[in-house]
């Protein structure tokens, strides 16, 4: 793909390409978002109700993963997209309604996740505030360890 005169279209046709190149969950993330690829190539929030703001480049989007693209966006640190992306098969990804409660989803739609093990539901907000490594860690070997204590069970 010719990048150069990618950059050169208007958004609407910018968008529509970048968009094409892209999995059908990772669309479904940036539109969620209300992301939209600049000239720049790199995926914003455009003006409106709230402030502009870059989020990453189209580069990032096409070679990560959704998770770690979630991950980005709730701006969750390094530590974090790595452990969760290693065990993410001891996960659930859920959102929250105050109808239903806690509901699994989709991946590209979650906004919580639930560990298989132990029913713990970590909010990914709250997870950025943990900003301890050694606190992060602690809970990662509470975690594990329980998951291996219930396999040892079963």
């Keep these: 793909m010719d990048y150069q005169k990618l950059k050169e ?3 609407e046709v ?3 390409i970048v968009m094409a190149e892209l999995d059908d ?3 479904k993330v940036l539109i969620k978002y209300d992301l939209h690829c600049n000239s720049d190539l790199y995926w914003e929030r455009p ?3 709230y402030p502009q703001k870059i989020f ?3 580069k990032f989007v096409k070679k990560s993963s ?3 693209i979630i991950f980005y966006i709730y701006q969750l640190c390094f530590a974090k997209v790595k452990y969760f992306e290693r065990n993410w098969d001891d996960f659930l990804p859920y959102i929250h309604s105050w109808r239903e409660g806690f ?3 989709e991946l ?3 906004e919580l996740i639930k560990h298989k093990y132990t029913d713990i539901i970590f909010d990914l907000r709250d997870l950025k505030k943990i900003t301890d490594i050694k606190e992060f860690r602690s809970i990662c070997d509470y975690l594990d360890g329980q998951k291996k204590t219930l396999s040892l069970l079963n």
């Design 103 to 105: 509901i699994e989803c």
């Design 14 to 16: 910018r968008n529509q």
């Design 47 to 49: 003006k409106g109700k």
């Design 66 to 68: 959704v998770i770690r």
């Design 56 to 58: 990453f480049s189209h």
């Design 25 to 27: 969950e990772k669309r």
């Design 9 to 11: 279209q208007c958004d």
């Design 108 to 110: 590209y739609d979650m």
